[in-house]
């Protein structure tokens, strides 16, 4: 167990350190988030629509730190976050993101409620092939790809802080990676905070 935090803590330094050599003139601000979720099967759509059959007996938390490094425009900025995943119940192993994502900035309401809308693309490793993916796949892989569709809605009076909810999904990309042509969809809530 030691090692994989170790191999966690090595991860997430190696987001910072290439978040850092983004040059100076498009850094931005740093965010921290924590959410737990529970997991279902294949089938993103599902996840998203909140009709899939989660199974309370596959859960996880995860901690993510992210910096914002690109404003495409006042609507549009890029973002890199490295995430680290402790699986609870069914399956207990460790997980580590790495993503990249694009975040819409504005809403007609926002001077009511500030809210923003996420979509990411990355990488996944598993440190153990998880139980619910080999539940559901023929071929099972600790690496996978990785995408994640956030929304945040701002806490009122603490500009800072923002409820998340995130689609958590693991895939092979329909077979991309080793042949695995579905994986594991997560659906979480939590919170962010942005330093």
């Known amino acids: 167990m030691q090692v994989l935090f170790k191999q966690g803590f090595l ?14 003139s498009i850094q931005a601000q740093w965010y921290g988030a924590v959410y737990h979720a529970v997991l279902a099967g ?5 996840a998203i629509l909140f009709s899939a059959e989660f199974d309370t007996s596959y859960q996880f938390s995860a901690l993510a730190i992210g910096k914002r490094f690109y404003e495409y425009s006042e609507n549009l900025v890029l973002e890199l976050e490295g995430q680290v995943v402790k699986h609870f119940g069914d399956q207990t192993h460790i997980e580590w993101n790495g993503v990249f994502i694009l975040r819409w900035m504005t809403f007609p309401w926002d001077q009511y409620v500030n809210t923003t809308f996420a979509f990411g693309e990355g990488l996944s490793y598993a440190s153990k092939t998880p139980n619910i993916e ?3 796949n023929e071929n099972v892989s600790h690496l996978l790809n990785y995408l994640l569709i956030e929304l945040t809605v701002e806490i009122p009076q603490m500009p800072n802080f ?8 693991r895939s092979g990309a329909y077979g991309l990676f080793h042949g695995v042509k ?6 979480g809530l939590g919170i962010r905070y942005d330093f």
């Open 11 to 24: 991860f997430l330094c190696g987001i910072f350190f290439l978040s850092i050599s983004i040059p100076p």
């Open 42 to 46: 294949p089938g993103i759509e599902d």
């Open 134 to 136: 080999q539940l559901h």
């Open 162 to 169: 923002s409820f998340i909810t995130r689609v958590h999904h």
């Open 182 to 187: 579905g994986a594991s969809n997560g659906v």
